[in-house]
């Protein structure tokens, strides 16, 4: 059975750092494409960053560009995303979710990925 399982969400204060992990189970990651998403209350679910299977390419979201670092480990099967200088706005629900897509460039959006981390909570407040 095909299961993600993300740790390391938690309340930390503005400026603060926190590294989510994403362990996969049942799969390889190797060749599955990996989005690391986010949906605080009242809002849609957004890609925050992902990580291609072709040549390790990476995309992020504006808003977190030059602060959240995505990686992936494959001799642990665990994704990473290593998120710095976080801002209360980054206050959400994260999720990981994955694709099998050999060679291939991540997207940003929900509909391509059809595997999902049961989501992680981030609080960013003083």
């Known amino acids: 059975q095909l299961q993600l399982v993300e740790s390391g969400g938690g309340l930390v204060q503005p400026g603060g750092s926190l590294r989510l992990s994403c362990a996969a189970s049942?799969?390889?990651?190797?060749?599955?494409?990996i989005g690391w998403f986010r949906q605080a209350p009242g809002k849609e679910r957004e890609a925050v960053s992902c990580f291609s299977t072709s040549g390790g390419t990476t995309n992020y979201a504006d808003s977190v560009k030059g602060r959240f670092t995505i990686s992936r480990d494959n001799a642990k099967n665990t994704v990473y995303l290593q998120m710095n200088s976080l801002k209360p706005e980054d206050t959400a629900v994260y999720y990981c979710?994955?694709?099998?897509?050999?060679?291939?460039?991540?997207?940003?959006?929900?509909?391509?990925?059809?595997?999902w981390g049961q989501g992680t909570q981030v609080t960013v407040s003083s």
């Open positions: 979710a994955a694709e099998y897509r050999v060679q291939a460039i991540c997207v940003m959006t929900r509909i391509g990925y059809s595997y």
């Open positions: 049942g799969f390889t990651l190797e060749h599955y494409v």
